[in-house]
């Protein structure tokens, strides 16, 4: 009995020997089990945060060019805006010029076509003629003039150098030295 009891002792030492081993060894495993959980919760806590922040930082790279560009393009716009303000000055500077040049260069056309004979004077003086007067410009140094002095008609078809107003300058300079040669 004493030898059951003490191999039951000593079973009973050696497996509860090895129940705490046992335990120990699965507690240690089930700690290791518990770290590898905590780590791979780390582990995936610490990729949702870098994937937040490369979101974040997509949004605020994105935002900041979109911000760069509307205010290249609002800088623009206004750039646009003032040049053009300052064309339509010009236009407008430009535009009154032009009715004051062209104002004077049809008063310049009265003034050639004053000195023009009348069609009547020259059929009267010249019957059965005609005359083909088709300036380039407005104004031309073109002119035809006519004088009667009895018992001649004098008659003169004139082509002065230069057309436009400088041409016009020069056909009342013509016409007047007619006249004078005329008259002297």
Known sequence: RLFADA??????AESSK???QMQTLYEAE??????QLLNKDKELSRQEIDKQKTIRNLFLGGFSIILAMSLLLFNRYRITRRL???????????????ILITDSIDYAQRIQ???LPPQEIISNLLPGSFILFLPKSTVS??????????PYIYFAAVDCTGHGVPGAFMSIIGHNMLEQILDA
């Open 141 to 150: 140094g073109d002119f035809y003039w006519v004088y009667e002095r009895s």
């Open 7 to 12: 191999k039951d002792t000593l079973l009973n």
């Open 113 to 115: 076509q004053a000195m």
């Open 30 to 35: 089930k700690k290791d089990k518990e770290i």
């Open 84 to 98: 053009n303000a300052r064309l339509d000055e010009q236009n407008a500077v430009i535009t009154q010029k032009n």
């Open 18 to 20: 090895q129940i705490a």
